[in-house]
Each structure stands twice: as structure tokens, then as C-alpha cells.
């Protein structure tokens, strides 16, 4: 079982659906992240959260929405997405340091 | 001009070759220096990182920084062809917990056996 677990791995869904993307880390790290990686670009920071609280937000649409309940878990809640939201969705942690360890990713497909 | 620039490959190799993997970035503020190593339908993981400007070895793997240009390098010796994936250079300026790490976007290498 690696680090940082990301569900589901695969997820397609309606602009009109509403859907979350779930990672949790077993590493006891106090620092988690949302990051997009799309095709030929550059991984994009979305979200970090220290201690729970979040800490920066990248100028991200409203129609992603973070949730984290405590350290180890850490959502993405999704509703009205559009096909460019289609890619793959990073979740990481790191404690104390910037090294960031990674999930596996959930891609996302919007039709 | 994007913060950090890193050429997409793909790169192609024949088992053994030594490979040089470069970025360049345009935040002097940025300190500290990470390589990731991704394959398909994997998440990235890390490989090295290094601070400031220098060398760093770790196996067939050395990093390379050089803050006076903006360039940083990672070679690779005796490749192999388990090192086929997409190395992506990452950089902070601030070495701590929910730091703000820019990436670049990736360069894709195939070792060829």
C-alpha cells in the first residue's frame, strides 16, 4: 500500500454531475496538497493545506471546492466541472520539508 | 515567461548512454531543487533534491545546480531501460511544510535496450 492513497483511480462524469475525489496519507505528515496534471503541462498546484487549514489557493474556480477534516484526509469536491477540467488529479503530503510524496492520481474525464 | 522551463522530450537513448536532464527557472528566490521520476499511470515520486547550488550523487543519479545561471541538471549513468518515464524539475524557494513547489513540465525519456 503506497503512502498516499487516492480514490476512485478513474472517474467520468456529467457537467451537471456533483462528485469527490478522496486521498488520504499514512504518513503522518501535516501538509497535503491538490495539484492537475494535464497533457504537455506542467503540474498546477490547486490547494495546500497545513495542520488542516488551508494555506494557499491558486486561483482556482469555485466549482472546485477542498475539504480537509483532519492531516490525513483531504478532498476535492467537484460540481458543474467542463471538459477542460478533464486531466489527472495529484494528491500529496510532506511534514516539515517540501519534498512531497504523491498518491497515484484519479483521472478525471468530463463529458 | 514561465517560472521554470524544462524541454518535453521525448528523449531517446540506448541502454548505457549517459543522460542529461535539464531545467531553467527565473525566481532567483528559489532554493531548493527537486527531480521526480513518473511512470504511465503512476503519480510522481521523488528522486533527489538538493539545496542551493552544487552537486548531489546518489547512485547513477547526480543532480546539478547552478544558481549563478538559473540551470540545474540531473545525468543519469549506465541507463537502463526501467529508467524510461518522465523526469519532472521541481523548485521552492522556502524548504518547509505546505511550501509552494513549481514544477516544470516534464521531459519524457526512453531508454532503448
Known amino acids: 500500500e503506497t503512502g498516499v492513497t487516492q480514490t476512485p483511480r478513474h472517474l467520468v462524469m456529467g457537467m451537471t454531475n456533483k462528485k469527490s475525489l478522496k486521498c488520504e496519507q499514512h504518513?503522518?505528515?501535516?501538509?497535503m496538497y491538490w495539484y492537475k496534471q494535464s497533457a504537455k503541462k506542467p503540474l498546477e498546484l490547486m490547494f495546500v493545506?497545513?495542520?488542516?487549514?488551508?494555506?494557499e489557493n491558486n486561483s482556482v474556480p469555485s466549482r472546485f471546492s477542498p475539504e480537509c477534516p483532519n492531516s490525513s484526509h483531504l478532498f476535492l469536491h467537484l460540481h458543474t466541472l467542463q471538459p477542460e477540467d478533464s486531466a489527472l488529479y495529484l494528491c500529496?503530503?510532506?511534514?516539515?520539508?517540501?519534498?512531497?510524496?504523491f498518491g497515484q492520481g484519479t483521472r478525471l474525464t468530463v463529458v | 515567461q514561465k517560472e521554470v522551463e524544462q524541454d518535453p522530450g521525448p528523449l531517446s537513448v540506448p541502454e548505457g548512454a549517459i543522460v542529461s536532464l535539464n531545467c531553467t527557472y527565473s525566481n532567483s528566490a528559489f532554493q531548493y531543487f527537486m527531480w521526480y521520476r513518473q511512470y504511465s499511470r503512476k503519480g510522481p515520486e521523488l528522486l533527489m533534491y538538493t539545496y542551493s547550488s552544487g552537486n548531489k550523487e546518489d547512485g547513477r543519479f547526480t543532480a546539478q545546480v547552478d544558481k549563478s545561471s538559473k540551470y540545474i541538471s540531473l545525468f543519469i549513468r549506465d541507463s537502463q531501460p526501467s529508467d524510461s518515464a518522465t523526469y519532472l524539475c521541481?523548485?521552492?524557494?522556502?524548504?518547509?511544510?505546505?511550501?509552494?513547489?513549481?514544477f516544470g513540465s516534464g521531459t519524457r525519456l526512453s531508454i532503448r535496450p
Open positions: 504518513l503522518g505528515h501535516n501538509a
Open positions: 493545506y497545513n495542520f488542516k487549514e488551508q494555506t
Open positions: 500529496a503530503s510532506s511534514q516539515g520539508t517540501a519534498e512531497a510524496f
Open positions: 521541481a523548485m521552492t524557494t522556502l524548504y518547509s511544510s505546505a511550501s509552494k513547489i513549481i
